[in-house]
């Protein structure tokens, strides 16, 4: 008599666990596409561009009178690699920075791929303009999203293979 642990009698056989791989294989796969797609949609462009942004004329004098206004917000959210293009249309030169924007000329910011600065800037009241520049999600935020969607997917598609092996047509 050999004794052997478990019995074989109790193992379940390859063919009644291949529905269940084969299910969350599949669900894998279907929620990892599903993520890739939108992976690429919340990336940035290729080429990210040049978003231009004016300081109309008056504005030095709405800043000295304390007057709110609303032509350029205090932070500004752009795609990594972008140029920021400020475009000075006031009758008197404006800081952003280091930099000086005499009237009429233009002031180009750019090269920064990610990340939040913050520069002085006599364009608003507040003195200070934010720019965040957003870089790419990593593939490896891909990870949980597949696994979250994935896993109870795989789970309702081998209940349902289950299910449908067993009733008897």
């Not at 279907?30 to 939108?38: H, K, P, S």
């Not at 942004?53 to 795609?79: C, D, H, K, M, R």
């Not at 081998?158 to 047509?169: F, N, Q, S």
């Amino acid at each position: 008599m050999s004794l052997s642990w478990p019995p074989a009698h109790t193992l379940p056989r390859w063919s009644s666990w291949r529905p269940w791989l084969l299910s969350f294989g599949a669900a894998l796969v279907l929620a990892a596409l599903l993520n890739g797609i939108w992976w690429s949609l919340l990336s940035p462009a290729a080429n990210p561009g040049v978003r231009v942004y004016e300081i109309p004329a008056g504005t030095a004098e709405a800043v000295a009178n304390g007057e709110l206004f609303a032509f350029l917000p205090n932070t500004l959210s752009i795609p990594a690699g972008s140029t920021l293009r400020i475009v000075n249309r006031d009758v008197v030169a404006h800081d952003v920075g280091p930099y000086q924007i005499p009237s009429g000329a233009t002031l180009d910011l750019g090269g920064v791929d990610s990340g939040s600065n913050t520069y002085a800037c006599t364009i608003h009241p507040s003195g200070a303009l934010n720019i965040t520049l957003n870089a790419r999600p990593g593939l490896a935020s891909l990870i949980v999203p597949t696994l979250l969607l994935g896993l109870p997917l795989g789970l309702l598609v081998g209940a349902a293979t289950a299910i449908v092996r067993r009733i008897d047509l």
